[in-house]
């Protein structure tokens, strides 16, 4: 069975790819063109440091691209995380179907000791696709994967909250608006997405209550008050974050 190594460009993906990388494994980073530049960054410097290759695939036009050509009924949100089948599983999917035909593949996931609960509710939503998870079996938590990365000649140089897509939807409101204070021009294009989903007369939003263009004008009002971004978890967990 074709092994195939999850890389999402974060420090545990990274560290599993590390202790459990084989010739012949399948690293692959799906990549929704929302990553921060430091992420890219952190996957070449892993390239270059350990000599493992990163096949990198994305849906065509990127996140937007997936707007524009899905036709779906809403936007993704809390509910329906349609960037994560589409823009991660289904992509990863279509590559290994095109480059390596129809088989099993054995799909190694990044979630960590300390993550029972999404290594029992994670779904490949694929029935060829038998997930395993390395890190969670090795008994490896979050203190652990820092401490290694502190030991490291190289590292993901930003706060764990600008790990996936920037401004997803999944950090909550609050980390939104905090890291939008810092950088303000992350905003723009997920402003846009619902502009977008306005121009084509669906006006949908990835909050209910809420634009991503009024939580930049929380976030640039001067009474607010921001947190520091390594002090900073998500709201909710997500497939992507590995």
């Known amino acids: 069975m074709k092994r195939v190594i999850n890389f999402s460009g974060g420090k545990t993906s990274a560290l599993m790819t590390i202790l459990n990388y084989r010739d012949g494994d399948l690293v692959i980073f799906a990549d929704t063109g929302r990553e921060h530049p430091k992420t890219y960054k952190f996957i070449n410097d892993f390239e270059a440091h350990e000599g493992i290759p990163i096949i990198r695939v994305m849906f065509q036009g990127g996140f937007r691209g997936m707007l524009e050509k899905g036709g779906f009924k809403t936007m993704p949100n809390r509910v329906k995380r349609i960037c994560t089948l589409e823009l991660k599983i289904k992509t990863a999917k279509?590559?290994?179907?095109?480059?390596?035909?129809?088989?099993?593949?054995?799909?190694?996931?990044?979630?960590?000791?300390?993550?029972?609960?999404?290594?029992?509710?994670?779904?490949?939503?694929?029935?060829?696709?038998?997930?395993?998870?390395?890190?969670?079996?090795?008994?490896?938590?979050?203190?652990?994967?820092?401490?290694?990365?502190?030991?490291?000649?190289?590292?993901?140089?930003?706060?764990?909250?600008?790990?996936?897509?920037?401004?997803?939807?999944?950090?909550?409101?609050?980390?939104?608006?905090?890291?939008?204070?810092?950088?303000?021009?992350?905003?723009?294009?997920?402003?846009?997405?619902?502009?977008?989903?306005?121009?084509?007369?669906?006006?949908?939003?990835?909050?209910?209550?809420?634009?991503?263009?009024?939580?930049?004008?929380?976030?640039?009002?001067?009474?607010?008050?921001?947190?520091?971004?390594?002090?900073?978890?998500?709201?909710f967990n997500c497939s992507c974050t590995s």
Not at 147 to 175: M, Q, R, V
């Open 94 to 235: 279509r590559w290994l179907r095109a480059n390596h035909g129809k088989q099993d593949y054995e799909w190694l996931v990044g979630f960590r000791a300390d993550e029972e609960r999404r290594v029992k509710k994670y779904n490949s939503f694929v029935n060829y696709i038998y997930p395993k998870f390395p890190l969670y079996e090795q008994g490896i938590d979050k203190s652990q994967v820092n401490d290694y990365w502190s030991k490291k000649n190289y590292t993901l140089e930003i706060p764990a909250i600008l790990g996936n897509c920037t401004l997803c939807f999944l950090k909550g409101k609050n980390a939104i608006i905090n890291i939008m204070r810092s950088y303000p021009e992350l905003a723009n294009e997920w402003i846009e997405d619902e502009e977008f989903s306005k121009s084509i007369g669906k006006g949908h939003t990835y909050f209910e209550d809420t634009t991503y263009k009024h939580l930049l004008m929380m976030a640039q009002n001067d009474l607010f008050k921001g947190q520091d971004l390594s002090e900073l978890n998500p709201a």
